[in-house]
């Protein structure tokens, strides 16, 4: 979902003039980077992308700091997507041990707070302004401050029950709590924090969910499961990574100036949210 981002972002005239990408794995970072080589399209400015990875466990706050430590060097930071995620064991809450808990937390809840964090206090650092952020402050001081933009994705699944999810949900229910209260905090220095919740994504990571028979996976989730209580896809259809990046890039861009501390549902109408 990640590289699905990036590459609509490259496309875009507004397109940044330096982009960093991270993951934990090296080679698969590299394999992305690799792959957005030549992806820029032509804009009003005559400048091409610089592309470049940095690996990154974000549930580690000493990994995260290098990350933006590393990304500072580059040049001022306006936008922030943070896509990092992983499931749970798929067991029910009273089955699901501890360890399993503590792993999903802290990538999901932990790695999502690690980030936002660095994220926008990078961001106040560099126009000084970590005074002017509490409630107060002059507007007139602050209406021309340029737009920065934080952008979680969580999952829908963080405003609705789901069953053998809930370890899951609750994670992600976490980041996405977690990011609007940031961004009721530095509104102010005009950083802009929203979450947008994407239904089942055609991605690796749902694919895994889907199990032996990924064609049975796939309907079970379009049809909905009434024995767990669990609706369908009214849409009917899973959706694609660029689904998904549509909205996160608007959400990080310039046209959505106006838009803080949203969820924005992308699951088919799966939730009833949309």
């Known amino acids: 979902m990640g590289a699905a981002v990036a590459r609509l972002l490259l496309t875009r005239p507004d397109r940044p003039s330096v982009l960093v990408l991270s993951d934990r794995d090296p080679a698969a970072l590299a394999a992305v980077v690799e792959s957005l080589a030549g992806t820029t399209s032509p804009g009003p400015e005559e400048h091409d992308t610089v592309v470049t990875g940095v690996v990154c466990d974000v549930s580690r706050e000493s990994s995260v700091k290098d990350l933006f430590c590393e990304a500072g060097r580059r040049g001022p930071l ?21 360890d399993d808990f503590d792993r999903v937390f802290a990538v999901n809840a932990r790695g999502t707070f690690l980030v936002v964090r660095e994220a926008a206090g990078t961001m106040l650092a560099q126009d000084g302004a970590t005074d002017r952020t509490a409630p107060g402050s002059d507007p007139a001081d602050r ?7 934080v952008t979680v994705i969580a999952s829908n699944a963080a405003g609705v029950p789901r069953h053998g999810m809930g ?33 089942s994504t055609d991605t690796a990571m749902q694919r ?67």
């Open 78 to 98: 306006t936008r922030v997507i943070h896509a990092a995620g992983v499931l749970g064991s798929g067991a029910t809450v009273t089955d699901t041990p501890v």
């Open 143 to 149: 209406a021309d401050r340029a737009d920065r933009a």
């Open 167 to 199: 370890v899951y949900a609750a994670s992600k229910a976490a980041a996405s709590s977690l990011t609007r209260s940031l961004g009721l905090e530095v509104a102010g220095a005009g950083i802009r924090c929203n979450v947008v919740n994407p239904g």
């Open 208 to 274: 895994d969910y889907w199990g032996d028979d990924p064609g049975a996976g796939r309907r079970r989730v379009l049809a909905g499961d009434l024995s767990t209580a669990r609706l369908g896809i009214p849409l009917g259809r899973i959706a694609s990574p660029a689904d998904v990046a549509e909205v996160v890039v608007f959400l990080s861009s310039p046209q959505a100036r106006h838009v803080i501390l949203q969820e924005i549902y992308v699951d088919g109408g799966a939730t009833l949210h949309a």
